[in-house]
T-cell receptor
Framework: NAGVTQTPKFQVLKTGQSMTLQCAQDMNHEYMSWYRQDPGMGLRLIHYSVGAGITDQGEVPNGYNVSRSTTEDFPLRLLSAAPSQTSVYFC??????????FGPGTRLLVL | EDQVTQSPEALRLQEGESSSLNCSYTVSGLRGLFWYRQDPGKGPEFLFTLYSAGEEKEKERLKATLTKKESFLHITAPKPEDSATYLCAVRVDYKLSFGAGTTVTVRA
């Protein structure tokens, strides 16, 4: 099992550019989520999904879109990148209300 | 609003010097309290889940306890390899709310 994988590991964007952060899991978990981690603020929930075709907003959803067409994949889209979106992004998955397992993260720098 | 507060923000220990980290929370409908360890440049790594007041879990030099308002992570006789940031999170429904973490540095 690879667990939770994320690509890319690091990305530099210019303000206004769009991109997709990829997340995949091979544990057949129905629940997946995206967090951002900023210094001194802990992990904050952006969007989450409780199964294919079902998504919902977390604490800080503005500027981000998600979709869940398969159980395995949960991509996060930045529509028009802003410097405030410079952060480290983590994807996590779990089975129902069990423990969430995290990916290695994507470091994003928006200039 | 659900809140999770961790203290202290940073903790510097001598090898073998035991100490405790605190996680206090105010949530309605708690469905579990989680402890994670995070090394620099890595994703959080799961340590423990606690579900009810009075519950305790242990793993090597770490022991987590839970009351109705807070949780403690006790580090007994720490080693340099225990240096990391320790994160506390509470779950309400499907959502996890995290504290800002405690960064522990253990000197040899």
């Amino acid at each position: 099992n690879a667990g939770v994988t994320q690509t890319p590991k690091f990305q530099v964007l210019k303000t206004g550019q769009s991109m997709t952060l990829q997340c995949a899991q091979d544990m057949n978990h129905e629940y997946m989520s995206w967090y951002r981690q900023d210094p001194g603020m802990g992990l904050r929930l952006i969007h989450y999904s409780v199964g294919a075709g079902i998504t919902d907003q977390g604490e800080v959803p503005n500027g981000y879109n998600v979709s869940r067409s398969t159980t395995e994949d949960f991509p996060l889209r930045l529509l028009s990148a802003a410097p405030s979106q410079t952060s480290v992004y983590f994807c996590a998955s779990s089975s129902a209300l069990e423990t969430q397992y995290f990916g290695p993260g994507t470091r994003l720098l928006v200039l | 609003e659900d809140q999770v507060t961790q203290s202290p923000e940073a903790l510097r220990l001598q090898e073998g010097e035991s100490s405790s980290l605190n996680c206090s929370y105010t949530v309605s409908g708690l469905r579990g309290l989680f402890w994670y360890r995070q090394d620099p440049g890595k994703g959080p790594e799961f340590l423990f889940t606690l579900y009810s007041a009075g519950e305790e879990k242990e793993k090597e030099r770490l022991k987590a306890t839970l009351t109705k308002k807070e949780s403690f992570l006790h580090i007994t006789a720490p080693k340099p390899e225990d240096s990391a940031t320790y994160l506390c999170a509470v779950r309400v429904d499907y959502k996890l709310s995290f504290g800002a973490g405690t960064t522990v540095t253990v000197r040899a």
